[in-house]
């Protein structure tokens, strides 16, 4: 069984680095043309020249997911280049953390803004070209927050759970013209969004202790399943999130299986 994306044409949102940068490249090596976006021109300076570099088709673009009209400019150009958009990948992100009591307009807004709203102006400019063509695979970046939320992450897990349902919600619109529409929830992968691998030592153990897979999650892991739906294997998932936390929702304290191994000699902390 072979997923086969050659192609195909994608649109990913925050892919100047992280997880985004990941899923663009990983894409672009399964032969999709890549058009990837970034707020922060820095970040993409160049990316176009190194798909080039790999022999890989994609350019890079400056687009921040909170501009309407230039989200529109952006989807009439890959239209205009390539006639279709088969996949939208809506992975920009940002988590700005801090108790509800102290927590300003600014932050709630950015937060919401970026996460929820760019989500909704991302999908809304490409319904017309993936209703045309009758089908097309939109993906967006939740989190297990989205159903676990940390202290701090106000919000963070409500722009985030307002992505999942979004999700649903336009799943059911677009069944009809054969568009998929699902969120999916990472887990934690240390990247400069939370900076996990610079924390101290035993604030990292609290962290990976809460996972079933006790390790950080590598980007590539997240890249997989996103090529496995946008594949034509998961033509009938719609209208869920996807969990790929690492067992991060599976149960309450998945550090007692560790202790038990530890103490048969089959796992060293
Ligand atoms: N890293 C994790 O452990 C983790 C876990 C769960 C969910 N996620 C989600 O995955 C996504 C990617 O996370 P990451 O860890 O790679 O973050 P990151 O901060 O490394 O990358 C995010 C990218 O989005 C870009 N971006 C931010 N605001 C933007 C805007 N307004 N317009 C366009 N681009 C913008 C940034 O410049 C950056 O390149 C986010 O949506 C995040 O919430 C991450």
């Known amino acids: 069984m072979l997923i086969d994306l050659a192609g195909k044409v994608a649109i990913v949102t925050g892919g100047g680095r992280g997880i985004g940068r990941e899923i663009a490249e990983t894409l672009a090596r ?20 190194t798909f080039a570099a790999n022999g890989w088709e994609g350019i890079a673009r400056n687009v921040d997911v909170r ?18 958009i088969d996949i939208l990948v809506n992975n920009a992100g940002v988590a700005l953390e801090g108790p509800v009591e102290t927590m300003t307009e600014e932050s709630w807004d950015t937060s919401q803004d970026i996460n929820l709203k760019g989500t909704f102006l991302m999908c809304r400019a490409v ?13 967006n970046a939740a989190s297990f927050a989205a ?9 963070y897990a409500s722009s985030k759970a307002g992505v999942h349902y979004f999700s649903r919600v336009l799943a059911g619109e677009l069944g009809p013209w054969d568009i998929t529409v699902n969120a999916y929830a990472p887990g934690m992968i240390p990247t400069e969004l939370n900076h996990f691998a610079e924390r101290a030592p035993e ?16 980007a590539r892991e997240v890249a997989n399943l996103i090529c496995f739906l946008c594949s034509d294997l998961a033509g009938y998932i719609t209208g869920t999130m996807i969990d790929v936390s690492g067992g991060k929702l599976a149960t309450q304290i998945p550090r007692a299986a560790y202790e038990r191994a530890a103490e048969a000699g089959e796992y060293a902390f």
């Open 147 to 155: 159903i676990v939320p940390s202290l701090g992450g106000g919000a």
């Open 30 to 49: 399964e032969g999709v043309r890549v058009v990837t976006t970034d707020v922060r021109r820095e970040l993409i300076d160049g990316l176009t020249a």
């Open 67 to 84: 501009d309407a009209s230039a989200i529109q400019a952006l989807v009439d150009e890959v239209v205009g280049a390539h006639g279709r």
């Open 127 to 139: 319904i017309p070209a993936m209703k045309q063509q009758r089908g097309g695979r939109i993906l």
């Open 203 to 218: 604030e990292q153990t609290r962290l990976l202790d809460t996972l079933s897979l006790r390790r950080w999650q590598d």
